[in-house]
């Protein structure tokens, strides 16, 4: 029997999951370029629409994105009309995103996008309702 080799490619978790989820990008390009966004930009509007009006740290969190990151993705949407970035009355040091009606109007256009991407993909919808289970079940290790 060959010597299992900790160091070799086939044997990682990482690297399916690196490789699966830059092609899954990938494929969302064409989708995306006639809205005029980026996958991450995608995925912040995404959660704004399902909830508006949440602070940037809270966003953040969602999309496990730093602030370096997560600051001029939303100056681009805020500069394409979609969002608005305000001071919170409450506490001024925290800065609440809204989705303007631009914004809101952009969700009616990509609605389709997440079932095209499910026909890329050649699993069922149930092996993709265990793939995404077990993921979120790796994201939870992490924090």
Request: aromatic share 8%; glycine share 6%; hydrophobic share 40%.
């Amino acid at each position: 029997m060959e010597d299992y080799n900790p160091l070799a490619l086939e044997n990682q978790l990482c690297f399916p999951l690196y490789a699966a989820s830059k092609e899954l990008t990938r494929q969302y390009k064409p989708l995306l370029d006639p809205l005029g966004l980026t996958y991450t930009q995608y995925v912040a509007m995404m959660a704004l629409w399902e909830r508006d009006g949440i602070t940037v740290g809270e966003l953040g969190a969602k999309l496990y994105l730093d602030s370096a990151t997560l600051t001029p993705l939303l100056k681009r949407l805020e500069s394409h009309g979609y969002v608005r970035r305000e001071r919170s009355k409450e506490d001024e040091r925290s800065v609440i995103v809204t989705l303007t009606d631009e914004g809101h109007d952009l969700r009616k256009k990509a609605v389709d996008v997440p079932f095209c991407m499910a026909g890329c993909l050649k699993i069922t919808p149930e092996e993709a309702i265990q793939l995404k289970t077990l993921l979120s079940k790796v994201l939870q290790s992490f924090g």
